[in-house]
C-alpha cells in the first residue's frame, strides 16, 4: 500500500503543501516530478528532493504548454494538483475581476487542463489528488472567489471520479495552513489572523504544510477511495 517504486507528478510541488507532498512521497521511495511556474523555484525544490527527483517550469494555466508536459514525461501513478496564486480576500464591492479570473483559471481551470491531458498516462492503480479549501463549506466575508473555486473544484472531483473510473479522484480541503499562498498579507494582518485561528481551533495551532501531506499520501495509497474529500482543518468547520 505505500509509494516505494511508483511515480508521482506534482504540479505546483516547489512549495508550500506541493512540496511537502513530494517530500513525504519520495520518503517513502516514490519517484518524484515537481512543476511550477518559475524555474528559480524548480531549482529551489530540486535542491530539497532527494537526487532522482525531476522538475520543470511549467504555467498550469497554458493548455499547448500543459499537454506537452505530459508528452515530455511519460507514465506514471498518481498527479497531484496543488498549483495556485496567493489567496484572495476582498469584498464583492471591491473585487477585482481580472484578478478573479486569473484565480480561478489556476486553481480550477489549470487543475482541469492538468487532468484533462494527464490522466491517459496515469498508470493502473493510479490516482489524481486535487486541492480545495474549507472556504466552500465554511465561508466568511471576503471570500466570495476563494468559496467559489473550492465548491467547484470539490464537484469537478466527484465529477471526474465517474468519468475517469477504475482511476481515482480525489481532493483534499486543508483550513489554515502555514504556507506561501498568505504572502499579499500585511505581516501584522498575517500574524493575527493566525494568532485567532489558533485561539479558535480545536487542535490550538493552525496547520503547516506536513500535516495536510499526509492526507495526500493516504488518498494515494488508499486503493478503495474516490470522489472523496478530506477536510484537513485542525477542527475548523466545527467551530
Not at 535542491?47 to 504555467?59: F, I, T
Request: proline residues 4%; hydrophobic residues 45%; negative net charge.
Amino acid at each position: 500500500m505505500g509509494l516505494q517504486g511508483q511515480r508521482v507528478v506534482v504540479i505546483g510541488g516547489t512549495s508550500g503543501i506541493g512540496l511537502a507532498v513530494a517530500e513525504a512521497a519520495a520518503r517513502e521511495g516514490a519517484e518524484v516530478v515537481v512543476a511550477s511556474r518559475r524555474q528559480e523555484s524548480v531549482d529551489a525544490a530540486l535542491k530539497q528532493l532527494p537526487q532522482g527527483a525531476g522538475g520543470d517550469v511549467l504555467d498550469a494555466t497554458d493548455e499547448e504548454a500543459v499537454r506537452a508536459f505530459f508528452g515530455r514525461i511519460g507514465g506514471f501513478d498518481h498527479l497531484v494538483y496543488t498549483a495556485g496564486e496567493s489567496l484572495l480576500l476582498e469584498s464583492l464591492a471591491e473585487s477585482d475581476l481580472p484578478r478573479a479570473r486569473r484565480f480561478l483559471d489556476t486553481r480550477l481551470w489549470g487543475a482541469y487542463t492538468a487532468v484533462k491531458h494527464g490522466a491517459w498516462s496515469i498508470r493502473k492503480g493510479g490516482s489524481v489528488v486535487l486541492t480545495t479549501g474549507t472556504a466552500g463549506r465554511r465561508p466568511m466575508p471576503g471570500t466570495t472567489v476563494a468559496a467559489s473555486v473550492c465548491g467547484a473544484v470539490e464537484s469537478l472531483t466527484r465529477a471526474l471520479a465517474l468519468e475517469l473510473a477504475p482511476i481515482r479522484v480525489n481532493v483534499v480541503s486543508p483550513g489554515v495552513v502555514r504556507t506561501e499562498l498568505w504572502r499579499d498579507l500585511p505581516v501584522a494582518e498575517r500574524d493575527g489572523l493566525f494568532r485567532s485561528s489558533s485561539e479558535s481551533l480545536p487542535v490550538g495551532r493552525v496547520g503547516e504544510p506536513e500535516d495536510v501531506a499526509e492526507a495526500y499520501l493516504y488518498l494515494m495509497r488508499g486503493g478503495y477511495s474516490t470522489g472523496t474529500v478530506v477536510v484537513v482543518d485542525g477542527g475548523g468547520v466545527l467551530v
